[in-house]
């Protein structure tokens, strides 16, 4: 089990930027690939982004972003706070949407995926982009 949560959701007006966390207890999400994931009103849950685990080395991890997102949004890792966070600037009407993390257990990120291949899901958090 990988009990993640997410936060940080809110209503942002267009340009603006909010700050999303993943964080999990009882789990060491540096063992973890972690993937965002979106789905707005009537639409298919879409990949966003995934960082790869470091496997506690002093290596970066890598991350992938979706084409909608890249240049705008940033995901990085705190070990301190063992969470994951998703910077998003520039924000659009178009990002409005509910904002999952995920995780499959693995290490390295299969990127883009299907959210069927994940096993492990927050309960989302609300973004909302509008003027």
């Known amino acids: 089990q990988v009990p993640l949560v997410e936060s940080g959701g809110g209503l942002v007006q267009p340009g603006g930027s909010l700050r999303l966390s993943c964080a999990a207890s009882?789990?060491?999400?540096?063992?973890?690939?972690i993937y965002w994931f979106r789905q707005a009103p009537g639409k298919e849950r879409e990949g966003v982004s995934c960082i790869t685990s470091t496997g506690g080395s002093y290596i970066p991890p890598t991350v992938y972003y979706s084409d909608s997102v890249k240049g705008r949004f940033t995901v990085s890792r705190d070990y301190t706070k063992n969470t994951i966070f998703l910077q998003q600037n520039s924000l659009s009407p178009d990002d409005t949407a509910v904002y999952y993390c995920a995780t499959d257990s693995l290490t390295g990120c299969r990127f883009p995926t299907g959210s069927a291949n994940l096993k492990y899901w927050g309960q989302g958090t609300q973004v909302t982009v509008s003027s």
């Open positions: 009882g789990s060491n999400l540096d063992h973890y690939a």
